[in-house]
């Protein structure tokens, strides 16, 4: 492990110094796979109607800020040249030459060379390297020879020998040969500058005259300078510099600003007044090396055609970034300007800027939280204790560690560090090793502020705010958790403001400002009216602090009582920002802004240029809607907001569809899909944080679906009418049916009525019928019991006589006469199977269940049983048996059994239940 450390420490302090670093200004890269097109991109210009033409190889781009289009020449040929005049965009390309115009959304080309016999005898491999303007006629220039076309014909002057460009300067032309110096073209003569012999076997790439000095840029001898009576050297240290770098293109962005294009490298951007340049290149910021053509846009922007790529470069834009490619630098958690450069203190250390060269200092590796400058020292809060860096020196004073922020009392003349211990007091900044820990508080505190002597606002790093109160020693007379007390519990991360010797606080997305009289936290009106739904407020100075809405970052400037909001565009610093650390240095009328692997710089008297230029083109399956374009229903349409920038003065957007939610724009490009019929208003706002200004409105129409054209409305109208009438005629056939089906219901209801009448007549006879049958048989029953009845008595009188003449002993005659009249009474036996028979015939239905339920029982038992019916006892029943009493109640108790009844149940009932 320390073999690592130390290597990475020897990396950091040897290794860093080889790789130049620079403050450069935005660059935004097109590559091939963006634009769809080739590689060299040989001549870039704008058009009057703002958008960027192109001429990359075999194709003409064009790009408006939010679409690229890809064109080809007829004849499929390298295009070398475009040059705009009015809104016609003319190119040039290998024997052929005219201009291109937008039609229809689209751009259609018009040669003007065609059949005009042009390229014949040592013409035939011509191409067009150069067009321009002079004297209202366009000049198409080949190597050797030019063509001058006057809106109708075009007439051909041979050059006296190869050139490399023309240039116009003071409305001559300068033909610049490749080896006997520069012409003059004068009607179709060539006069040479005989004076400029230096330029003699020079091949030039570009001539620009500034405050009456001509320069004259060489593709590897240099920039010389002078007028018509002679040449120099371009007497600059940076003459020599960019000598071997191969110029192929260069122009002046203004009075003191020039931008040289080199193959190996990169682009150049001199200030010819202080010396003083900037070098873009593939290692810091471009994406090629080989710049082949260059040229400034309405916002004085640079475009850059390279040899694999197109680059916009935002060289008028109050931003500028410093990146680390290499990702040594780390996260910059704050930084401060010294008089030879900066110094970053990061998570990976403590680093220097100085002659365009990152330096790590030696023994500061690790976290690093903050920068607080005196005079001409740095207190530096540490992972590892507090330090101070002066005069190139680092020097460790202490072992609080974690200084997140140092504070400088205007009340109590000290100083505060809020640290992770704690709080930490120093009475004499000169010396930072004498301190003491503010008592009562040992929490990790991340912001500290003060508007008050003897009171201390602190912010925990992860919860809660705490109000602090001391004696005039710094001994603690008492630590309030405000925000517990307020019984606020969403407490997290709260932010302090001092703002104007006001402190408020952001507590769950809420501003408070604490009253001392009430002792209690009141929501701030203003500030949460002008400043909701914000997650970072970053102080800067009394007039100016910066706010983190919704992933932007807005500058606010107080004027009065008014808040101006000025939106930092989210290119600059996308996917940088470190949320929750984001802190502002201000450096005379430039604020720094920290950000992984680097900062960006922020000019405040660069105002923002307010435009309501925005064009808003309507696609339609590709094609530009007009007013014949007849756009589907549930269809899709692209929505192109065009502006007139392309850099920082490009606004950023929102827009509004029939008076839905406000929606961001991204890239100026709007999809509406599954759009209905009808009008559609489209309403474009620029964003300006807590108000929108609308800037422009568009209109166009959806076609109602298919099933709601007017041919199908009348087939609907024709159908629902048929549907009427059919639906009429059927109800119209129903009701007839339904009054025949009712005659027919009555009419069987009449005979279903009379045929129910008929059988409860039917019914009635033959209940009639039952009943006098039973009638009968229950007659001719009681005719058997009585039958029964006197048959029994008769031989109950039969046994008494045989008693009494069994008692006469002594008469022995009348006992013989009284038997054979007994013998011839006696019941024969014929009358008792008669009888029987009746019996059985009178409880026909009885014996029948009887029998089945039970049919085990023998006729004697279904005769006991019917008599059992009948109620009759078992006195009664003996005689009708011809057995005794005693037998008919030894019969009765067998016949339970068979019945499986026990002693408790009635015979009687349970037979008249069978």
């Not at 110094?17 to 634009?35: G, H």
């Not at 470190?578 to 710089?601: A, H, P, Q």
């Amino acid at each position: 492990m320390r073999l690592k450390a130390l290597l990475l420490l020897l990396f950091l302090q040897f290794m860093i110094p080889a790789f130049s670093q620079e403050l450069l200004p935005f660059v935004e890269n097109f590559t091939k796979s963006e634009y769809n097109g080739d590689n060299q991109v040989w001549n870039v210009v704008q058009g009057k109607d703002n958008a960027m033409y192109f001429a990359n190889n075999h194709y003409f781009l064009r790009y408006d800020g939010v679409k690229w289009e890809r064109y080809s020449l007829p004849n499929k040929t390298i295009i070398r040249s475009v040059f705009v005049e009015g809104d016609k965009i003319y190119c040039g390309s290998y024997k052929e030459f005219g201009y291109w115009k937008r039609v229809h959304g689209k751009m259609e080309y018009f040669s003007v060379s065609k059949d005009k016999n042009l390229f014949l005898g040592n013409a035939d491999n011509e191409e067009i390297w150069k067009i321009f303007n002079h004297k209202g006629k366009i000049y198409f220039q080949s190597f050797n020879e030019i063509y001058i076309y006057n809106g109708k014909n075009v007439e051909k002057i041979k050059f006296p020998e190869l050139i490399s460009y023309c240039y116009v300067i003071d409305a001559r032309i300068y033909v610049a040969t490749v080896k006997s110096g520069v012409y003059i073209l004068e009607g179709k003569k060539f006069n040479k500058i005989k004076n400029w012999q230096q330029l003699d076997n020079n091949i030039i790439h570009g001539m620009e005259k500034r405050h009456g000095v001509l320069y004259v840029f060489t593709k590897n001898n240099g920039i010389y300078t002078g007028n018509e009576t002679g040449l120099s050297p371009w007497k600059s240290s940076l003459n020599n510099l960019i000598k071997g770098d191969v110029i192929v293109t260069a122009k002046f962005l203004n009075d003191s600003i020039l931008a040289i294009g080199t193959v190996l490298k990169g682009l150049y951007v001199i200030n010819i007044k202080d010396n003083t340049f900037k070098n873009l290149n593939r290692k810091n910021s471009l994406k090629n090396n080989a710049v082949l053509s260059l040229s400034l846009d309405n916002e004085k922007d640079l475009w850059l055609g390279l040899d694999n790529g197109i680059s916009h470069i935002e060289v008028n834009s109050p931003v500028n970034i410093f990146s680390d490619n290499l990702g040594i630098l780390g996260s910059v958690y704050s930084l401060s300007t010294m008089p030879e450069g900066y110094l970053f203190v990061t998570n990976h250390g403590i680093f220097t800027y100085k002659n365009k060269m990152l330096n790590a200092i030696p023994n500061s590796q690790g976290q690093v939280w903050d920068i607080y400058k005196h005079g001409n020292e740095f207190v530096i809060g540490h992972n590892d204790g507090t330090f101070i860096y002066n005069n190139n020196s680092l020097k460790w004073v202490n072992p609080v560690n974690g200084g997140w922020k140092f504070l400088k009392s205007d009340f109590d003349n000290v100083y505060f560090q809020a640290n992770y211990s704690g709080i930490a007091i120093y009475k004499d900044i000169n010396d930072l090793s004498k301190w003491k820990i503010l008592d009562s508080i040992t929490k990790p505190i991340r912001n500290i502020a003060q508007n008050k002597k003897g009171e201390l606002w602190a912010a925990d790093n992860y919860r809660s705010l705490y109000r602090i109160t001391y004696d005039e020693n710094f001994k603690v007379k008492r630590v309030e958790n405000v925000s517990g007390s307020n019984n606020i519990t969403s407490d997290f991360g709260v932010k302090i403001f001092n703002f104007r010797n006001e402190i408020l606080f952001l507590i769950n997305n809420t501003w408070y400002i604490y009253n001392g009289i009430s002792a209690k936290l009141e929501k701030n009106k203003i500030f949460n009216s002008e400043f909701s739904n914000i997650s970072d407020i970053i102080p800067i100075d009394e007039n100016h602090f910066m706010v983190l809405k919704q992933g932007l970052l807005y500058l606010i400037i107080q004027d009065k009582n008014d808040f101006k909001w000025r939106l930092l565009s989210e290119k600059y610093y996308q996917g940088r920002l470190i949320m929750e650390n984001t802190s502002v240095y201000k450096d005379g009328n430039r604020l720094l802004i920290n950000l992984d692997d680097g900062f960006i710089t922020f000019d405040l008297n660069n105002d923002k240029p307010q435009t309501n230029d925005i064009k808003i083109e309507a696609y339609y399956l590709g094609n530009l809607i007009d007013d014949d374009t007849e756009v589907k229903y549930n269809q899709s349409v692209d929505i192109h907001l065009i502006a007139k920038y392309f850099g920082y003065g490009r606004p950023d957007l929102l827009y509004r569809l029939n008076d839905s939610e406000l929606i961001p724009v991204k890239d100026g490009n709007i999809v509406l899909n599954n759009l209905s019929s009808g009008r559609q208003h489209i309403e474009i706002f620029t964003v300006s944080g807590n108000s929108d200004n609308k800037v422009a409105e568009y209109y166009f129409y959806v076609s109602r679906p298919w099933y709601f054209s007017v041919w199908m409305i009348l087939v609907y109208i024709v159908v629902i009418s048929g549907s009427f009438f059919l639906y009429y005629r059927w109800n119209a056939i129903r009701y007839n049916q339904k009054l025949k089906l009712n005659e027919e219901e009555l009419k069987h209801r009449k005979q279903l009525l009379e045929f129910e009448m008929e059988s409860e007549n039917r019914l009635r006879q033959q209940e009639f019928e039952k009943h006098r049958l039973e009638m009968e048989v229950q007659n001719k029953a009681s005719e058997v019991a009585g039958k029964s009845l006197s048959i029994a008595k008769h031989s109950e009188m039969i046994e008494s006589i045989q008693e009494v003449l069994n008692s006469e002993i002594n008469d022995g005659q009348l006992k013989t006469k009284i038997r054979q009249i007994i013998k011839t009474n006696t019941i024969s036996k014929n009358e008792w199977q008669s009888f029987e028979k009746n019996l059985f015939k009178s409880h026909e239905e009885f014996v029948e269940r009887l029998s089945k339920k039970y049919p085990s029982l023998t006729s004697k038992d279904i005769k006991l049983s019917i008599y059992l019916k009948m109620n009759l006892s078992s006195k009664e029943i003996a005689p009708l048996m011809n057995i005794s009493f005693r037998g008919v109640e030894l019969h009765r108790y067998r016949l339970r059994k068979k019945l499986e009844l026990s002693q408790d149940e009635s015979l009687y009932k349970f037979m008249i239940s069978i």
